[in-house]
Antibody
Framework: QVTLRESGPALVKPTETVTLTCTFS??????????VSWVRQPPGKALEWLAL???????FYSTSLRTRLTVSKDTSKNQVVLTMTNMGPVDTATYYC??????????????WGQGTTVTVSS | EVVLTQSPGTLSLSPGERATLSCRAS???????VAWYQQQPGQAPRLLIY???HRATGIPDRFVGSGSETDFTLTISRLEPEDFALYYC?????????FGQGTKVEVK
């Protein structure tokens, strides 16, 4: 059974850096085609794609947020970490990680975590 | 960056009716890199369609994806009560991904 779980601080202050961890089980991020994506959703708003890291450690970022995002993986721990710098109130959202399969095609985000809510406030 | 524009914003229909959701891309997309998701209130999204027209595991055949280049469609042939939800299209190409802004399918 594939599961993912996001964790991180519920509250951060403006200008701080937030580190979110996705701990997963049931698949290996070193298997060809396996990836983990990050997506966020501000309250009452649409989904926003943030980043993807693949089995070969290639990293892909949102065009608008690429200067603030870093994604990394620890295959031995079955974890993927997303850091976002210079947090502001507009970054208040539920942050999701999801297993993703990408080969010569994109097979989508097929298993999602339940999400972790981050509020940015002083 | 590819911008995905979904229409309509809200679709008001009755159970048993057909729903047609549109997703238009700002530039031509490879069909193999388009997906659709359903989101119920308070829940994580669920993958419905990948590669524009392939149903994900366990997705009923009343969900049909179609389209190419800049125009993609999700059709729900006969709405069941559990289908009233938010729907998003998404693409991953040119080393980045984007979502559409969503279409809400609500009970008329």
């Amino acid at each position: 059974q594939v599961t993912l779980r996001e964790s991180g601080p519920a509250l951060v202050k403006p200008t701080e850096t937030v580190t979110l961890t996705c701990t997963f089980s049931g698949f290996s991020l070193s298997s060809s085609g396996m990836c983990v994506s990050w997506v966020r959703q501000p309250p009452g708003k649409a989904l926003e794609w943030l980043a993807l890291i693949d089995w070969d450690d290639e990293r892909f970022y949102s065009t608008s947020l690429r200067t603030r995002l870093t994604v990394s993986k620890d295959t031995s721990k079955n974890q993927v970490v997303l850091t976002m710098t210079n947090m502001g109130p507009v970054d208040t959202a539920t942050y999701y990680c999801a297993r993703t399969l990408v080969t010569q095609y994109y097979y989508g985000m097929d298993v999602w975590g339940q999400g972790t809510t981050v509020t940015v406030s002083s | 960056e590819v911008v995905l524009t979904q229409s309509p914003g809200t679709l008001s229909l009755s159970p048993g009716e057909r729903a047609t959701l549109s997703c238009r891309a700002s530039q031509s997309l490879d069909n193999g890199f388009v997906a659709w998701y359903q989101q119920q209130p308070g829940q994580a999204p669920r993958l419905l369609i990948y590669r524009a027209l392939h149903r994900a595991t366990g997705i009923p055949d009343r969900f049909v994806g179609s389209g190419s280049e800049t125009d993609f469609t999700l059709t729900i042939s006969r709405l069941e009560p559990e289908d009233f939800a938010l729907y998003y299209c998404q693409q991953f190409g040119n080393s980045t991904g984007t979502f559409g802004q969503g279409t809400k399918v609500e009970v008329k």
